[in-house]
């Protein structure tokens, strides 16, 4: 049984309407959807979807937190690493994806005009205009002065680009495909719904993009766990309009070896509602988060696939502490104990082992940039 806060009653009623349109969705496609449709459709359905919808999903109020949301001074070393690759154009522009509350696009935009280096434009593409929303308003009262700057897209833009692609926690968030493997194939989890509840089907899979990528894994008999190929799509798309610079993402995940480890053999799906975490992504459709953590070795072989260099890969902790985090720490006025010991404690949260420091990772995919990336300078031996 779940033990998780019971939901609000209009949040209750919010989730029944996102409920028929995805038992609508089931009955046209003749009983069984994909298990990455119902993700795509619980996160992303219009108006009623988790990220769509207007509830409270970041910060402590919300269901989790995210590295922007803990400290500003995430974003202060994330803003270091953007000066030094906008140095190298005239008029480099800078695109966020799926930006959450929008709390990093002010912070970076911040420091960028403290360091004399404000790119020409910050686009913030995101697919939910809930959030877009959200995102006018954090500028609004936070930073108003930067609202010319700013641009919200709903898809990339069709001019080729060049300076900085930035996604955090974003990968994670990109609806995946769980299968298992079989004596003699691989099957694809679905999704039904019988006896007032979703639940879950096996069929052995006739897609043979999602056979061969899951064959070539070489898993044993019985081992169930996730694929992303939406998210080889993604990397190929923000390819196609990098014309030079960099892209830069983070998120928590692991290398190949360790993401199909043989101990991880029921994969890395996890929910998030209101700061509990659990594995049952078919309760609470639209009112809880839906991840899977990223498999950083299948970002860099899509991202050589389509002639991006992998120009750097680490863990969250030496990135931040190259980028100078300990300096930025250091240089608040001790005076304000307060105001020091509280960034202390959360700058702990960003780097401690036990918390983001290594489970989180960087990853920058260049193209026509030939410069050593200041994130990726602390000693290099995170392996993909
Ligand atoms: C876990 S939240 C992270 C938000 C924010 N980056 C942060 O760190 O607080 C995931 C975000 O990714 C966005 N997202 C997911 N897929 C996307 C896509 N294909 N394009 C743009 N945004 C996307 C969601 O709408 C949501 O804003």
Known sequence: MHSLPPPHPDAILHSQRLTATIITAIERAGGIIPFNEFMQRALYTPGLGYYSAGMRKFG???DFVTAPEI???FAQCIARQCQQVLANFESGVILEFGAGSGIMAVDILKTLEKLDCLPTHYFILE????LQLQQKAMFEAQAPQFLSLVKWLSKLPAEPLQGIILANEVMDAIPVQ??????DNISESHITYADNSFQWQEQ?????ILQQAVTKLELPVGYVSEINLALLAWIQSIADILEAGMVLLIDYGFPNKEFYHPQRNKGTLMCHYRH???IDPLILVGLQDITAHVNFTAVADAAVSANLHVAGYTTQANFLLACGLADILFSLNPDDKQNYLKQAQQVKTLILPSEMGELFKVMALTRNLDIPLLGFSKDERTRL
Not at 204 to 208: K, L
């Open 60 to 62: 402590v109020d919300g």
């Open 71 to 73: 400290t500003p001074l």
């Open 127 to 130: 697919i939910s205009s809930n």
């Open 178 to 183: 769980i299968f298992t493997v079989q004596a």
């Open 204 to 208: 052995v899979t006739s897609n043979e």
């Open 276 to 278: 509990h975490s659990h």
